[in-house]
């Protein structure tokens, strides 16, 4: 491991699984050769945030600064960096590191580094064994290779949650070649499906939203879906029998997916991004065999694709929705979060922590 010096910082941090988040002054590396040290200017506020600092998935360590939504402004560079200067605009998402060597980071698919990839937050860093500490927070120092730029004219602001919402959303249906003429239906409306909406729409298919409550109609339709299927009305589900080429499922609690399979036509592919619990009920193997379908998974995206979803969804206007808090509402947030009750992404402006204690 090796040494480095450090600069004083300040962020909101958790100090347990059970307690609120608040003020916590710690320090931040000076950049190494190949590092950018920014300036935070907003982050996103994920549902993975609160997992973590709540030690959901066990895997917490504390204290804790969540936060993988990062937009910001470059203050200094290492000597080795070439892609940026001061002044520049860029983002950080839900990475900051991995081995580099393997097959997947020579792909550029560092987040499924043989080795297993650096988190934001949360992570020992693979050089001085220090924990990562994520974007609620007043700067942040990345590596050069996981630092994307910030197209001109995309809206900061409602850019930060591409960098989670937007990749994860866009990588698979980057992957399994999603275009014009295909029929892709999005289940669940949240941070990730309405995002998810936009971009097959800008990619030319006709998107369907899969939503649990009648009442959301009008607020799909709002989102640019082409149609909306109440899917716990089950003449609904049954009218769309075999009419989907992909499913993209954003829903992150356990659910029954037997359904939608059966909406999928041949050879179609149901896609999750959101569910990382077994699947209960069971998967129905005659949904998959009889048809050729794919049950597939994906994991937000690498650093090439990162940067290539800002570059698309400025090219096509698309922003995400969302509610902007100071940093002092944090808590607040979360807890309307875990109600829904957020349309459909809150962000902080980091310069209100100039004014907290």
């Not at 090439?304 to 944090?330: K, R, W, Y």
Request: one cysteine or more; hydrophobic letters at 35%.
């Amino acid at each position: 491991m090796t040494q480095s010096t450090s600069v004083p910082a300040k962020g909101y941090a958790a100090h347990s699984s059970t307690t609120p988040l608040q003020p916590w002054n710690f320090t931040r590396r000076t950049p190494r050769p190949d590092d950018v040290s920014i300036e935070i200017l907003y982050c996103g506020v994920c549902h993975s945030d609160l997992h973590f600092a709540r030690d959901d998935w066990g895997m917490a360590s504390y204290p804790v600064i969540p936060g993988h939504e990062i937009v910001g402004r470059v203050t200094a560079v290492g000597n080795d960096v070439t892609q940026y200067k001061v002044g520049d605009l860029v983002g950080v998402g839900c990475m900051v590191d991995s081995c580099r060597h393997c097959q997947a980071c020579n792909d550029g698919l560092e987040q499924f580094c043989l080795e297993g990839f650096t988190m934001t937050y949360g992570s020992p860093d693979k050089h001085d064994g220090t924990l990562t500490q994520g974007g609620y927070s007043d700067k942040v120092v990345v590596s050069e290779r996981f630092v994307v730029r910030m197209p001109d004219g995309i809206d900061l602001k409602s850019a930060a949650p591409l960098l989670c919402a937007g990749i994860t959303t866009y990588s698979p249906l980057k992957h399994y070649g999603v275009k014009a003429g295909h029929k892709v239906g999005v289940i669940g409306m949240g941070g990730l499906g309405h995002i998810g909406v936009k971009l097959a729409k800008a990619m030319g298919a006709e998107v369907t939203i899969f939503t649990r409550s009648a009442s959301k109609v009008a607020e799909a339709k709002s989102q640019g879906a082409d149609h909306v299927v109440v899917s716990t009305d089950e003449a609904q589900m049954a009218s769309v029998t075999g009419q989907f080429d992909f499913m993209l499922d954003t829903v992150p609690v356990k659910h029954d997916i037997n359904p939608y399979l059966n909406a999928l036509k041949y050879d179609g592919t149901h896609i999750l991004v959101g569910l990382l619990e077994p699947l209960e009920p069971a998967v129905e193997g005659i949904n998959l065999v009889f048809k050729r379908r794919v049950l597939a998974g994906s994991l937000i995206g690498g650093m090439p694709e990162t940067q290539e979803v800002l570059d698309f969804c400025a090219e096509h206007g698309i922003s995400c929705d969302v509610e902007m808090i100071n940093i002092d509402q944090i808590n607040e947030a979360w807890q309307r979060m875990e109600e829904g009750d957020v349309k459909y992404r809150f962000v902080i402006d980091m310069a209100t922590l100039k004014d907290t204690d």
